[in-house]
């Protein structure tokens, strides 16, 4: 019954390969979300999805490209892996219309190191 | 722009003892202020919201958070602490694209 799936919850890669994180919902949200979390803790919105349309994208660089097959799903590619991307990646999901009114559930999260 | 600040990085409790967790606010027009919790190695869990209504919100497992319009505070409250609440509690805000930002995290750390 989980809400907010992630795979893998572990990754460990050399630097300058490509790497995909994978993210599931079964809450019938409309909207998707990407957040980093660094080592100091610090959370920072990467992207965010509604309907399966980017309406959000904070300064990524676009080595890191998001993509929603569906509603349900929100993936992350991430090219030429640097070892500044080592970080923890959250998928997040939460519902729509008025979804600044609504709260966001959150994945596992993804625990990404760069070697 | 929206932003949310937690003056503490650290907050030690005593076990039984009351907890306040730390939350100021900058926003314009209403302010919608959530409160989330992330136990070690685990994803953020939701606790409670204010949107309008009563300044003392109630949420999940006992926590409460007060609103306070004059102070732009929303502190978070739990009179009896348990052991088990020890974890990072993140305070936050929604941008106009529903993204949340996060204040940067309060670890509480409740001694038994």
């Known amino acids: 019954d989980t809400a907010v799936s992630q795979t893998p919850k572990y990754l460990v890669t050399q630097m300058g390969n490509d790497k995909s994180i994978k993210c599931e919902q079964n809450?019938?949200?409309?909207?998707m979300y990407w957040y980093k979390q660094d080592s100091k803790k610090f959370l920072k919105i990467m992207f965010s999805y509604n309907n399966k349309e980017l309406i959000i994208n904070e300064t990524v660089p676009n080595r890191f490209s998001p993509k929603s097959p569906d509603k349900a799903h929100l993936n992350l590619h991430i090219n030429s892996l640097e070892l500044g991307d080592s970080a923890v990646y959250f998928c997040?999901?939460?519902?729509?219309?008025?979804?600044?009114?609504?709260?966001?559930?959150f994945g596992p999260g993804t625990r990404l190191t760069v070697t | 722009a929206q932003s949310v600040a937690q003056p503490e990085d650290q907050v030690n409790v005593a076990e039984g003892n009351p907890l306040t967790v730390k939350c100021t606010y900058s926003?314009?027009?209403?302010?919608?202020l959530f409160w989330y919790v992330q136990y070690p190695n685990r994803g953020l869990q939701f606790l409670l919201k204010?949107?309008?209504?009563?300044?003392l919100v109630k949420g999940s497992y006992g926590f409460e958070a007060e609103f306070n319009k004059s102070q732009t505070s929303f502190h978070l409250k739990k009179p009896s602490a348990l052991v088990s609440d020890s974890a990072l509690y993140f305070c936050a805000v929604p941008g106009s694209a529903r993204q949340l930002t996060f204040g940067s995290g309060t670890q509480l750390t409740v001694l038994p």
């Open positions: 997040a999901s939460s519902r729509n219309p008025s979804g600044r009114l609504h709260e966001q559930y």
């Open positions: 926003v314009s027009g209403n302010p919608y």
């Open positions: 204010y949107i309008t209504g009563d300044n």
């Open positions: 809450l019938g949200h409309d909207t």
